[in-house]
């Protein structure tokens, strides 16, 4: 099972980005999917939550409003956009896929954002 991010970079605030993660190896439609977030000297933190057809979505409170997952799985992919960034967006962005709400089986290599005030 692979995960592959890409869509990370350097932005300015108020600017935005598209994260994709790209699954292969593993049933997509059958996972939901995850993004989380680790910024220097952080803990990972969850970010974004999306079930398998795509029908639910949950995101932490510092996300709202601003980032939308979306996934399609037609294409074995899931999105993050990211709008409105602020420099403590500034993180690397891990894809993880799971079986279940809240678990998480597989994860990806990550791509870092960095957003510059």
């Known amino acids: 099972v692979q995960l592959q991010a890409s869509g990370g970079g350097l932005v300015q605030a108020g600017g935005s980005l598209r994260l994709s993660c790209a699954a292969s190896g593993l049933t997509f439609s059958r996972y939901t999917m995850n993004w989380f977030r680790q910024a220097p000297g952080k803990e990972r933190e969850f970010v974004a939550f999306?079930?398998?057809?795509?029908?639910?979505?949950n995101y932490t409170d510092s996300v709202k409003g601003r980032f939308t997952i979306s996934r399609d799985n037609a294409k074995n992919t899931v999105y993050l956009q990211m709008n409105s960034l602020k420099p403590e967006d500034t993180a690397v962005y891990y894809c993880?896929?799971?079986?279940?709400?809240?678990?998480?089986?597989?994860w990806g290599q990550g791509t870092l954002v960095t957003v510059s005030s």
């Open positions: 993880a896929a799971g079986r279940r709400p809240s678990n998480y089986d597989y």
């Open positions: 999306i079930s398998w057809s795509g029908g639910s979505t």
